[in-house]
């Protein structure tokens, strides 16, 4: 039985990705922080074949005992503070977690395998956001990196780390470039579970308006789900590499907000929506859209759920949520 160690485990892909895993008949390992973290009845509820090892990406030594406890065959490194607008208050604490954590995470494993890397494989979670202000478009493996976020300067020295530790040691490191994913999963601060959450609950009649930054920015959404998919393949390969995962198609918060309230019956969004300055970014990127044609080519990789189907399935979700709730 092959044996998986997931940090980042609380999180909407650590969840979908045990989920994977555990269908394909892994014995799946968690990482989990903190003191009683709240979030570990979600994930006992959601995935109950899980075993949750305590530790902390800050904290090396506790990675080498997860690790000593879990003897995994792969890592998937998801771990990271990643909420973009959050980075700017909180840029030590993402640097030190989401960059940092990805050296300890890389180190832990060279201790503990003590020289004999043939035995494990790593993927990183790196992302869209380190293409920043692209320098092409649509944004590819080769694309200049030009991070606009500490966020995104965080994921570009995990991905250069991963990429260092493959050509130093030899180690099959993989990086995933993975655009934005979505779910009902999806934390409620990132701006499509805000939609979808705040839509359906102007359609229960629980709210009335929905407070937003900028309506013209840009992104690549697909559907997490579909994601963590490309994530285990990679690691399925002979040899380890550095992929994009994307849809290849854009969209604006516009587009997003029209198919969510057109899903519960409002065709005019307008009265519904306000601007406020505090959701805007102090630097945005500028227009996200991958070209996924690698991850087809090698991994035979699709993404499968579009991004109506997307938002309509988060509406939905959100609607049943709040009902049972109400
Ligand atoms: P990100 O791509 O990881 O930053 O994902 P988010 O879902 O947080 O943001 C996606 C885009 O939506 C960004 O360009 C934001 O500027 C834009 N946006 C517009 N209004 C909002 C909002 O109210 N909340 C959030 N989170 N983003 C918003």
């Known amino acids: 039985m092959p044996r998986a160690l997931i940090t980042g485990i609380t999180g909407q892909d650590g969840l979908y990705l045990a989920e994977l895993l555990l269908e394909k008949g892994y014995e799946v390992f968690g990482l989990i922080r903190g003191q009683n973290n709240p979030k570990a009845d979600l994930v006992s509820r959601t995935v109950p074949g899980v075993t949750l090892l305590p530790g902390d990406l800050t904290d090396m030594s506790s990675l080498l005992r997860a690790l000593q406890t879990a003897q995994p065959d792969e890592v998937y490194n998801l771990g990271a503070i990643s909420f973009v607008a959050y980075s700017w208050e909180q840029a030590a604490l993402t640097t030190d977690v989401t960059a940092k954590g990805v050296l300890n995470m890389l180190e832990a494993i060279r201790v503990w395998s003590q020289g004999d890397l043939s035995k494990i494989r790593f993927y990183q979670a790196s992302s869209s956001e380190?293409?920043?202000?692209?320098?092409?478009?649509?944004?590819?493996?080769?694309?200049?990196?030009?991070?606009?976020?500490p966020y995104g300067v965080s994921k570009v020295y995990g991905h250069y780390l991963t990429i260092n530790y493959r050509e130093s040691y030899g180690m099959h490191a993989s990086s995933g470039i993975l655009f934005n994913h979505e779910s009902p999963r999806r934390g409620p601060e990132f701006v499509t579970r805000k939609v979808s959450l705040a839509v359906a609950s102007i359609k229960l009649g629980l709210q009335d308006k929905i407070v937003m930054g900028n309506l013209d920015a840009q992104r690549d959404w697909g559907?997490?789900?579909?994601?963590?998919?490309?994530?285990?393949?990679?690691?399925q390969q002979p040899t380890a590499d550095d992929y994009v995962i994307a849809t290849g198609e854009t969209h604006s918060i516009k587009e997003l907000l029209d198919i969510a309230f057109d899903s519960v019956g409002i065709a005019d969004w307008a009265p519904y929506v306000e601007q406020n300055e505090a959701f805007f970014r102090p630097a945005e990127v500028d227009l996200l859209i991958g070209d996924p044609a690698k991850a087809k080519e090698t991994l035979g990789w699709e993404p499968k759920v579009g991004f109506q189907e997307l938002v309509q399935m988060m509406v939905e979700s959100d609607l049943k949520l709040l009902s049972e709730k109400s």
């Open 223 to 235: 559907f997490a789900g579909d994601y963590v998919e490309a994530m285990w393949r990679m690691l």
């Open 130 to 149: 380190m293409f920043g202000r692209v320098q092409e478009v649509p944004q590819r493996e080769t694309t200049l990196l030009w991070p606009r976020s």
